[in-house]
């Protein structure tokens, strides 16, 4: 059986795959029910496979991805900073939801909220595009849609192309954009893997991944991916229960069109969450310390999640060298949750909890809150796009043109009911035993559509056999409609980039692009404020070994923005108290990033990186200063020749002192390494 594989010539070449070896005896191992605890527990997995593995498909890095400019070409070729995490490095490592891979991600910092809760970084910036097979869907963090829990066993690999990805999303923070790319029916005969795993604090998880042809030659496929997890934690009450399912169908229709067609859901249920943290500190100003197992949450409190989307994916190859590509998907997620929250200090003497705005007078002295919130985001998409090659002036260029439509609705629901002193009583014996709320109705919290039609282009010119120029633009018409205002912006976002081959292995790049990004604060006098706007620079260093299956890049960037709301502390007249914002300008982050990715040798797979970076406003003020500014990351592991289903491994991430402000306390968090 042969299939392709792609070099930096845009040539494809054949390699041979082994036969597959028959059977599904492992099937034996599926039980009924589980799910999984984090990498640093104890954990034992059993696992069984239906086929040989191919070195390739053990690697930590790819031969060529799309990521940054839709069109295919090795990482060296890409002018920006990439990191793709594997499907083998998400085994190793037991990467298991979409959070766990970007903890372990080159520049990308966590700030944790509670619980469940959790928004990520890069270079000083909160990430809110994430896309689906090239499709963005936008996240809010004030609603908690547990996309970050999303399962990595239905996903081949995750693609991270950190700073502004214009291009790519039109719109967005230049922090990030995070693709996770979907496993596909591929192998025309059957191939299956079933895991089973158990851990600490009750976890179990059980997965199966089976593929088959469903007609005689092969030409149409299907590929089931199904699991479930169960866990408790190391939070008292906390309980976590997950079940995940794709399925889907990829048929040759002929010998230049393939048909991709399927369908995914994911239901996580979660038991007495934490909704924010514990309470820091006592009214005298010093602090509290706490055993990790103790939860503000009672034993009521809950977080459900399910999501759903059907997908489909239409390609045709025509004029030897070109592709086009349809991608359409519709998808629904949806949450409903109650849970309990404390803001408050503690009393050392007696344990009563007071409340930060008590000295307001009366009815201010609430201790914290209760809320029953429920909702559910509406995404359709569409992607149409063609990319190929082209000759001119004697050599080979590339081009990519498309356009996209998405419609995404967010709309929400929410009761909330303040908590008294009295009610909670000494917050040393609160143990969960706390009487749920009597809820009102709830009422209408958000309900917003945001439109995005796009238009964009790209090339790829070879000016010289070692030199490449790539060109691009987005045009961006966004609308967005709301309960209270509606909103139209056009923009064009170009984007540049200079490749220089320096030999066979080692490249050097330059690039450029702008930033756009939309926002919804007001000024004093009830005008929303300008879209961001700004500048990304990126200069680099990278090579590719063995046929890209090792990878570096070193890269340096600096991000300018304008147009940044800043609060002004007041309100703005004759609304509900809502707060003015200014537009600051002159806000910059600046660093260098390392990163290692691959094999080193056949057997032993390495991802190191590490990366400093400063993000300022214009008055010398920290950007985000809960967040580290240097960290390193680290994982290895090494398939023993004399056993070679034996595999051993290990890492470690380490970050500098972060400094959280709360109110007017600072409060300075150590450096950590896990």
Same mark, same amino acid.
């Given at each position: 059986m042969l299939s392709t594989q792609f070099?930096?010539?845009?040539?494809?070449?054949?390699?041979?795959?082994?036969?597959?070896?028959?059977?599904?005896?492992v099937l034996a191992l599926l039980p009924s029910a589980a799910f999984a605890a984090p990498a640093t527990e104890e954990t034992v997995i059993v696992e069984g496979s239906a086929t040989t593995p191919v070195d390739d498909e053990n690697d930590y890095s790819v031969t060529s991805t799309s990521a940054g400019t839709k069109m295919q070409m090795t990482q060296r070729d890409i002018p920006q900073s990439v990191t793709i995490v594997s499907q083998q490095r998400m085994e190793d490592q037991q990467l298991q939801t979409l959070g =766990? %891979?970007?903890?372990?991600?080159? *520049?990308?910092?966590?700030?944790?909220?509670?619980?469940?809760? #959790?928004?990520?970084?890069? @270079?000083?910036?909160?990430?809110?595009?994430?896309?689906?097979?090239?499709?963005?869907?936008?996240?809010?963090?004030?609603?908690?849609?547990?996309?970050?829990?999303?399962?990595?066993?239905?996903?081949?690999?995750? =693609? %991270?192309?950190?700073?502004?990805? *214009?291009?790519?999303?039109?719109?967005?923070?230049?922090?990030? #954009?995070?693709?996770?790319? @979907?496993?596909?029916?591929?192998s025309r005969e059957f191939k299956g893997d079933v895991s089973a795993e158990y851990g600490s604090w009750n976890k179990e998880r059980y997965v199966a991944d089976l593929q088959s042809p469903l007609t005689e030659d092969g030409k149409i496929r299907a590929r089931i991916v199904g699991g479930y997890q169960n866990n408790d934690s190391w939070l008292d009450r906390y309980n976590s229960e997950k079940t995940f399912f794709s399925?889907?169908?990829d048929a040759d229709l002929g010998d230049l069109?393939?048909?991709?067609?399927?369908?995914?859901?994911?239901?996580?249920?979660?038991?007495?969450?934490?909704?924010g943290g514990l309470p820091r500190w006592n009214t005298d100003g010093s602090s509290n310390s706490y055993d990790r197992a103790r939860s503000t949450a009672p034993d009521w409190a809950y977080n459900d999640k399910e999501i759903n989307k059907v997908f489909m994916t239409l390609k045709q190859r025509f004029a030897d060298t070109w592709q086009a590509t349809l991608n359409a998907t519709h998808s629904e997620v949806e949450f409903d949750s109650k849970m309990m929250y404390v803001d408050a200090y503690v009393n050392k003497a007696d344990g009563m909890l007071v409340g930060p705005y008590s000295n307001y007078g009366p009815g201010f002295d609430y201790v914290g809150g209760t809320g029953w919130n429920s909702g559910k985001r509406k995404v359709d998409a569409l992607d149409l796009f063609a990319d190929g090659s082209y000759e001119l002036f004697g050599r080979q260029h590339n081009l990519m043109f498309g356009g996209s439509y998405s419609k995404q609705n967010?709309?929400?629901?929410?009761?909330?009911?303040?908590?008294?002193?009295?009610?909670?009583?000494?917050f040393y014996n609160f143990n969960g035993n706390f009487p749920q709320t009597d809820w009102s109705p709830q009422s209408l919290a958000q309900d917003d559509t945001t439109h995005m039609k796009s238009l964009y282009a790209a090339t790829r010119v070879t000016l010289a056999d070692p030199l490449h120029l790539i060109l691009g633009a987005r045009y961006t018409n966004w609308r967005v409609d709301t309960l209270t205002y509606s909103m139209e912006k056009n923009h064009t976002t170009p984007y540049a980039g200079l490749v220089f081959d320096i030999n066979d292995n080692w490249s050097t790049y330059a690039s450029y692009t702008s930033i756009f990004q939309p926002q919804?604060?007001?000024?004093?006098?009830?005008?929303?404020?300008?879209?961001?706007?700004?500048?990304?620079?990126?200069l680099g260093l990278k090579s590719d070994w063995?046929?890209?299956?090792?990878?570096?890049?070193?890269?340096?960037?600096?991000?300018?923005?304008?147009?940044?709301?800043q609060s002004t502390g007041t309100p703005i007249p004759g609304s509900n108290g809502e707060t003015a914002y200014k537009a600051v300008d002159g806000t910059v982050s600046k660093g260098v990033e390392f990163e290692l990715n691959g094999a080193i040798t056949d057997n032993w797979q390495l991802t190191f990186g590490a990366t400093r970076y400063i993000a300022e406003d214009n008055e010398g003020n920290a950007v985000n200063p809960n967040l580290p500014r240097t960290t390193v990351k680290?994982?290895?592991?090494?398939?023993?020749?004399?056993?070679?289903?034996?595999?051993?491994?290990?890492?470690?991430?380490?970050?500098?002192?972060?400094?959280?402000?709360?109110?007017?306390t600072v409060w300075h968090l150590p450096r950590r390494a896990r």
């Open positions: 070099n930096r010539d845009n040539q494809y070449q054949a390699i041979t795959k082994p036969s597959l070896l028959a059977g599904c005896i =766990e %891979v970007m903890e372990n991600t080159l *520049g990308i910092s966590k700030s944790q909220a509670d619980s469940d809760r #959790a928004l990520y970084y890069s @270079r000083g910036f909160q990430i809110d595009n994430y896309m689906v097979d090239g499709i963005p869907t936008y996240f809010e963090s004030r609603w908690n849609l547990g996309d970050a829990l999303s399962d990595m066993a239905l996903f081949e690999r995750v =693609e %991270v192309v950190r700073g502004a990805t *214009g291009l790519m999303t039109g719109t967005g923070n230049p922090s990030a #954009a995070i693709n996770m790319v @979907r496993k596909h029916a591929t399925g889907i169908v069109t393939t048909l991709s067609a399927g369908y995914e859901y994911q239901r996580i249920d979660v038991n007495s969450p934490t909704w967010n709309r929400y629901f929410s009761s909330w009911a303040n908590i008294f002193p009295d009610e909670i009583g000494s919804n604060d007001r000024d004093s006098s009830g005008k929303y404020l300008a879209p961001i706007t700004g500048n990304n620079y990126e063995m046929n890209s299956r090792l990878t570096t890049t070193l890269a340096i960037f600096r991000i300018e923005q304008d147009n940044v709301a680290m994982f290895t592991s090494y398939r023993l020749p004399v056993m070679p289903e034996l595999t051993v491994g290990g890492g470690v991430n380490w970050q500098n002192r972060v400094v959280y402000r709360h109110r007017d």
